[in-house]
């Protein structure tokens, strides 16, 4: 079970961390990935980080501004999102999954463990 928080209005330019904290005792062997959504707009990748090496894999849209991080004794991962653009808003799902490689960890088909979800709101 993944339940994220975190979310918010903020302005732009402002910044906001979101978390996500995950059930289980296999928290570490999961590859950890943030999904956004706008209204009217299909799903798309943010970021993701490996279970394993710690790996980190980014949109261009978010790269430079936005951090996953991953706590793995807290069963936790963490988005820091930095700079934050109007273009920003939208429902931000945190997910798990296994098995997958550096060419799909940025399809929501490669997670099987999905949040509820938590609203962030970017004011211009």
């Known amino acids: 079970q993944l339940q994220a928080s975190g979310g918010g209005l903020v302005q732009a330019g402002g910044s906001l961390r979101l978390s996500c904290a995950a059930s289980g005792r296999t928290f570490s062997r999961y590859d950890m990935g943030w999904f956004r959504q706008a209204p009217g707009k299909e799903r798309e990748f943010v970021a993701a980080?490996?279970?394993?090496?710690?790996?980190?894999f980014y949109a261009n849209s978010v790269k430079g501004r936005f951090t996953i991080s991953r706590d793995n004794a807290k069963n936790t991962v963490y988005l820091q999102m930095n700079s934050l653009k109007p273009e920003d808003t939208a429902f931000y799902y945190c997910a798990a999954g296994l098995g997958s490689i550096a060419t799909t960890i940025r399809l929501p088909s490669s997670y099987d463990y999905w949040g509820q979800g938590t609203q962030v709101t970017v004011s211009s």
């Open positions: 980080v490996r279970g394993s090496a710690g790996s980190t």
